[in-house]
């Protein structure tokens, strides 16, 4: 076979060929990530989620599988170990910010009363944008401010409350990890299931390239931002 049917036939099986999610970009929010709200366990110890997921960050965390497994309990209802959700039908693949091998970096960013938080995206122009949060105590009324290299772009939703069922015709909400229990301060489960974390998903214009992006969260609810990514044009 010549040299260059060699190549036509490696760019056929790899490079046409790329694994689905390809064209989604996780975004880095350390810059943000203020809040542990998840248990993992490292070294054959439990590392206690501080500043959790409800009770404005004092009354209940998450825990990872294998840290529910050594807590004693049904580990089907606790985040998977892998931070790195898989696509579905849904949505894309979303990395999480927690890890069983690590028991002192920020997790998440926690978001109290009014309150906003800005961050920066690598400059591109993407169709959608997801957002993994969860809101506690209640919906919370969620602004998204896109900065765009020409301009601002606002859009906003109601995110409900983590305990509540979403429709699965809904456009602007889905699941990114589903049916979890929780735990108090001391690890000791308080509810066996049915809380969620959600995903947003909000239009970007394709044609504008993004640089920024502005979350503003008004007064009412007690909000976790877990994530975010978005897929590129």
């Known amino acids: ?55 404005n960050g004092k009354a209940d965390g998450y825990l990872t599988r294998s840290a529910a497994k050594f807590n004693g309990d049904p580990d089907e209802h606790a985040l998977p170990d892998e931070p790195l959700i898989a696509a579905n039908s849904f949505h894309p693949e979303v990395r999480l910010h927690y890890s069983n091998h690590d028991t002192l970096n920020y997790q998440a960013c926690s978001l ?24 506690a105590e209640g919906s919370s009324s969620m ?41 108090g301060p001391t690890n000791k489960m308080t509810e066996k299931d049915h809380h969620n974390i959600d995903l947003v998903q909000v239009q970007a214009d394709p044609t504008r390239t993004l640089l920024e992006i502005k979350i503003n969260k008004g007064k009412p609810g007690y909000v976790v931002f877990w994530a975010a990514a978005g897929k590129l044009k």
Not at 29 to 54: E, H, Q, Y
Not at 112 to 135: E, I, N
Not at 167 to 179: A, E, I, Q
Request: aromatic residues 14%.
């Open 1 to 55: 076979m010549k040299p260059f049917s060699w190549l036509l036939l490696l760019l056929l099986v790899c490079g046409f060929n790329q694994p689905k999610g390809h064209n989604v970009i996780q975004f880095n929010i350390s810059s943000i990530l203020n809040a542990r709200p998840v248990t993992t366990l490292s070294t054959g110890k439990l590392a206690t989620w501080k500043t959790g997921i409800d009770g």
């Open 143 to 183: 602004k998204f401010h896109l900065t765009y290299a020409d301009g601002e772009y606002i859009d906003e939703i109601l995110l409900p409350d983590y305990y509540q069922d979403i429709p699965t015709n809904d456009p602007s909400l889905c699941y990114l990890v589903h049916d979890l229990a929780k735990w």
């Open 112 to 135: 109290p009363g009014d309150t906003s938080v800005a961050f920066s995206v690598p400059k591109g122009k993407y169709s959608m944008l997801y957002f993994a949060l969860t809101s």
